[in-house]
């Protein structure tokens, strides 16, 4: 069974600021991660995936998520936080892509930021 | 990126009638498609699964009979929310799957938001 918890269901950062998104995930298997982004009346882009490559992923818009399987972890990261990454924010786990594995989401997290 | 699309993006419908919504795969083949609904401030609960020309398969809890999943072609997918009921309002969100290079990849639609009055 596959599983995320997203700590934290509303982020506040100042613009410039770093952002910090949790998410903890439980999985039997080896772990897909992914994170999404989601703009208002909008549907999910994708962010970032990590899938058993390199733990630290890259993303767009700035973003990073790092996979650290002792801490059962996959935290999405930006150095400095723009006006345009205000959004709410999905991490999602499947297994491994060899199947009819779905994606289940988190709670999700709203990020603010502050002028 | 790969597009998906969806149509309408919003639709209000009196209580007790049909209302189907239309999601496509615009610049490749999807073999699966998912359909998830997203209600205020939650996250996306995946309804069903579909792959092309065979039955939906519906996640537990879903009525099949009320939430008609067509998938009729690699392209296209519907879904039909029949004797809709103000409770059935939601954000409704389609995603397409298809493999590339000995991975998936799954992309989703903009949503359409569904009022029942």
């Known amino acids: 069974a596959q599983s995320v918890t997203q700590l934290g269901s509303h982020v506040s950062v100042s613009e410039g600021a770093l952002v910090l998104l949790r998410c903890n995930y439980s999985s039997s298997v080896p772990p897909y991660l992914f994170w999404y982004v989601q703009y208002p009346n909008q549907g999910l882009q994708l962010l970032l995936k990590y899938t058993s490559a390199a733990t630290l992923v890259k993303g767009i818009n700035g973003f990073e998520a790092e996979f650290k399987k002792s801490e059962t972890s996959f935290h999405l990261t930006k150095p400095s936080a723009h006006m345009s990454d205000a959004a709410e924010y999905f991490c999602a786990v499947s297994g491994p892509s060899t199947g009819a594995n779905n994606l289940f989401f988190g709670t999700g997290t709203r990020l603010t930021v502050i002028p | 990126g790969a597009v998906v699309s969806q149509h309408p993006s919003r639709v209000i419908c009196k209580s007790g009638t049909s209302v189907k919504i239309e999601c496509r795969s615009l610049d490749f083949q999807a073999t699966t498609m998912f359909w998830y609904r997203q209600f205020p401030k939650q996250s996306l609960m995946l309804m069903a699964t579909?792959?092309?020309?065979?039955?939906?398969?519906?996640e537990q809890g879903v009525e099949k009979d009320k939430f008609l999943i067509n998938h009729a072609s690699l392209t296209l997918s519907t879904l039909t929310v029949t004797s809709a009921h103000p409770e059935d309002s939601s954000f409704y969100i389609c995603s397409a799957r298809f493999r590339r290079a000995g991975d998936y990849e799954q992309y989703f639609g903009p949503g359409t938001r569904l009022t029942v009055t």
């Open positions: 579909s792959n092309e020309g065979s039955k939906a398969t519906y």
